[in-house]
C-alpha cells in the first residue's frame, strides 16, 4: 500500500477529551467525568497490526486494537497528555458517551520536524 503523508491523510475527524476537576461536598478537588476539550480535530487513524494486538492479563488473552493517530502539531494538540482520551467523531455520541473510545498510550513527534503529532491509542482497553 503506498504511503500517504500530507493533509489529505487525514481522513478522519476526532475529539479529545480530559477528566475535569470538580470539588466534592467537602471542599476538595476529586477527577470528575470526562469532558470534550475543544473542537474536532482532522487526523489519521491507522490500524497497527503484529504481535502486539494481544495481551495476555489475568490468565486470559484480552482482545485491544492499537491504532497510530497522527495530527498536525498545533497549541491545542501539544497540550494532550495520555492521562487523556480521544474519540471518533464521525461515530458520534450515543446518550452523551462517545461510541468509539481509544485510550492515549504514548506521544510522539515522528519526524522530529514539529510537523505532526503521533499518538499510539487503544480501542477497546478501559480508562
Not at 497528555?81 to 510522539?108: C, S
Request: glycine share 8%; aromatic share 8%.
Amino acid at each position: 500500500m503506498a504511503k500517504r503523508s500530507g493533509a489529505g491523510a487525514l481522513n478522519c475527524r476526532v475529539v479529545f477529551q480530559r477528566r475535569e476537576t470538580v470539588q466534592d461536598e467537602y471542599g476538595n478537588d476529586v477527577l470528575g467525568e470526562f469532558a470534550d476539550v475543544g473542537n474536532p480535530f482532522f487526523a489519521r487513524l491507522q490500524p497497527r497490526f503484529g504481535g502486539d494486538v494481544e495481551a495476555v492479563t489475568a490468565a486470559r488473552l484480552a482482545a485491544m486494537q492499537p491504532y497510530n493517530l497522527t495530527v498536525r502539531n498545533c497549541e491545542a494538540t501539544r497540550a494532550i497528555t495520555p492521562a487523556w482520551r480521544v474519540y471518533d467523531a464521525r461515530e458520534g455520541v450515543v446518550d452523551g458517551k462517545p461510541v468509539r473510545l481509544f485510550n492515549i498510550k504514548t506521544i510522539v513527534n515522528p519526524d522530529e520536524r514539529g510537523q505532526w503529532i503521533e499518538m499510539l491509542i487503544v480501542e477497546g482497553e478501559a480508562s
